[in-house]
């Protein structure tokens, strides 16, 4: 499952539930626009309103992850 969004928050959260639930983060990242190595299929799809983010400055981040059970 993937989970790309503008809010940290959300991003955070996300995260802690997965651990918390012992579910597999296969990889996260909190600005996948700035950082290298940042997976492609991620980066080539740009929504509206990330564009609209993005001319603000403000992060994408990305989470992958595996739900157990």
């Known amino acids: 499952m993937n989970l790309k969004t ?4 959300m991003h955070g959260y996300t995260l802690g539930l997965l651990h918390g639930a012992g579910h597999e983060v ?13 997976p492609e299929e991620v980066t080539s799809i740009q929504t509206f309103y990330e564009s609209q983010y993005l ?4 992060p994408i ?3 992958r992850f ?3 059970g």
């Open 6 to 9: 503008d809010s940290e928050f």
């Open 26 to 38: 296969l990889y996260a990242n909190h600005n996948v626009y700035k950082q290298e190595g940042s």
């Open 55 to 58: 001319e603000q400055n403000k």
């Open 61 to 63: 981040t990305y989470i």
């Open 66 to 68: 595996k739900i157990n």
